[in-house]
């Protein structure tokens, strides 16, 4: 039986123009990467100053919420990060008092406020992604590890102060393993390309709705049974049509009897 999980979403509409929708996955005992980035690309931590209250902020917030970072680098203007949650449900009130906090505080300290800090024209502020196995948990490690040479700012990551190891990577996935860490299961997705502030692309997380590694491939009867027994009209749209919409085969579209 998979992992219990529940999904965050503004939107009614599973799927928009075949794609679909944007959404944020909360589960327990889990692996997660986690990135956002700034409005319109703007420069917000080019300063030492602002990179500093995002670090103290950063330590702060993922400490009180225990989501204990593996590895994070911070840039000019987006950062991203790879740890684990015991409690899911965490993420978005870490999130919204993470981002709420810098935003402020940065501000204080630009010669303009910046409103929206966060938000990008569709209203999303951060992208997290549940990863699902050995494999990708080494190539996202390995991502967020070497964006200072991606970005050009130096050869040695090592040498860049705001990439931050906390945990080893043999280490963290060996433990990781070991307490079954991992979205073991889930069969990839294909990916829409990459961007900045996306997942990186050669560890098979989509853009944009890269929280697919995790979207159910099977009917949400099966999801429902695995996740909400209590809930029976948990993981259907008002239309009765089960969320995970089709197999992966794509033929299937199972419907509330």
Known sequence: MGKRFDRVT????AQHEEKHRFEHWLVDNQVYFITARVRDKFHAFASEEAKAIFWDRFNHYTTLFRFPPWVTSLLDNHYHTIGYFKIGANLPTMMQRLHGSVAKLVNDMLPERFPNFWRDAKGREYFDGCLRDEKQGRLTYRYTYTQAKRHGITDDPGEYPHTRVNVELERAISRANEIDAFLEGVPRISGMGSAEEDPPAEAGLAKRTWTTPL????????????TQMGHPRRGRD??????????????HRCRDR
Request: aromatic share 4%.
């Open 10 to 13: 503004r939107s009614r509409q």
């Open 215 to 226: 979207r159910a491939v099977h009917c949400a009867h099966v999801f429902h049974t695995e």
């Open 238 to 251: 008002r239309q009765g049509v089960c969320a995970g919409r089709r197999n992966v085969e794509g033929k």
